[in-house]
């Protein structure tokens, strides 16, 4: 399996320093629990049906009408939900890249990456859950790194370089586009227009790092 690196490179980092709508109405049935997320554009509002069923600790998760699937426990399967909620309700431009580009939403110890091959976002624990941030935020810095990764995938779909720098700072640029309708406290987003401003700086290189960890 090939990544790609993330732009799940926070946590590690900062720890130690410091428009598209949502597809139209569809109905869906619930085996368990079903979620109802508003989506407001200029001219109507669009309501996104959120069914999550659970299957051992494989969870199935239709948004509108693009199946994620969702894999890793309850808890995981729950905040990844909530989080393409709020992409789907504010920020409705990465969240249709988003449903396009990525198939599979994968919880992994470590090592965060987009698998452009079979559209799967692997997520490490220190990106879905961003120690030492609220729950409220960890979703906003999650649905941000979601963004940036479903960029990599799109960058491949249109058979465009999806690694290295370049690539980077365009997935960067999407990530922050969406952290600007999403971070209440502008902390996200000036961390990473901090990481864009210093692209070129040898120790923001994270993508060249083998050994990062989140």
């Known amino acids: 399996m090939t ?3 993330a732009g799940s490179f926070l946590v590690a980092v900062l720890l130690a320093a410091c428009g598209g709508s949502a597809a139209p109405d569809v109905t869906v049935t619930a085996q368990q629990t079903t979620t109802t997320a508003a989506t407001t554009t200029s001219s109507s509002t669009t309501t996104t049906a ?9 969870t199935t998760t239709t948004v509108a009408a693009t199946t994620i699937v969702v894999v890793g426990d309850e808890e995981f399967s729950t905040h990844t939900s909530a989080t393409l909620e709020l992409l ?27 698998d452009v091959f079979t559209k799967t976002y692997l ?26 990764d479903s960029c990599h995938s799109r ?20 990530q922050l586009n969406a952290l600007e309708a999403l971070d209440r406290s502008d902390f996200f987003e000036s961390y990473v227009q901090g990481l864009i401003d210093g692209v070129d700086d040898p120790e923001n290189a994270y993508w060249n790092d083998p050994n990062r960890h989140w």
């Not at 959120?50 to 494989?58: F, H, W, Y």
């Open 50 to 58: 959120l069914t999550t069923s659970r299957a051992a600790e494989t």
């Open 88 to 114: 789907a309700a504010d920020a409705p431009d990465g969240y249709a890249q988003v449903v396009a580009y990525i198939d599979v939403i994968e919880a992994v110890d470590a090592g965060s990456g987009m």
């Open 155 to 174: 960058l491949y779909s249109e058979g465009e370089p999806y690694t290295g720098r370049d690539s980077e700072l365009a997935c960067m640029y999407d």
């Open 3 to 5: 990544r790609i690196a």
């Open 123 to 148: 997520v490490g624990q220190e990106t879905a859950y961003a120690p030492g941030f609220s729950r409220d935020e960890q979703v906003v810095w999650y649905a941000g790194t979601i963004v940036h």
